[in-house]
């Protein structure tokens, strides 16, 4: 089996409802951590096999929040990507889904978010 290790790690930041952030979507603030990776760690855009996000409240957000954050994070489109919603586990099913993909042999590099309890950031946790 695969050993498994986190190269980097960021998270969205936490805002107010009608907060600094309100206008801001969550894939916004999701794009904005994918690029933040991808420079932060080096692993070149090109070698992410797949993105795993965890968001709550999806509503209003559009298809696949993941996806959306991955392209306009600037991931090419042959990443895969899954919007995870396991409510309050949403970001531990993501980092098991991630490593169980490595370990299994059907990823190599997986980037995995959870932005925190409640998507999107326009609430207060």
Request: proline share 5%; hydrophobic share 40%.
């Amino acid at each position: 089996m695969k050993d498994v290790v986190i190269v980097g790690a960021l998270r969205t930041p936490i805002g107010c409802f009608r907060g600094a952030l309100a206008g801001h979507s969550a894939v916004e603030l999701g794009s904005l951590v994918v690029k933040a990776l991808i420079e932060r760690t080096g692993v070149p855009a090109y070698a992410v096999d797949e993105v795993i996000l965890g968001q709550v409240l999806t509503a209003g957000a559009g298809q696949n929040p993941a996806r959306q954050s991955a392209i306009k994070g600037g991931l090419p489109n042959s990443v895969s990507a899954i919007t995870i919603n396991d409510v309050c586990g949403s970001g531990l099913k993501a980092l098991h889904l991630a490593t169980q993909a490595i370990q299994c042999g059907e990823a190599d590099i997986v980037h995995r978010r959870w932005p925190g309890k409640h998507e999107p950031r326009t609430t207060c946790s």
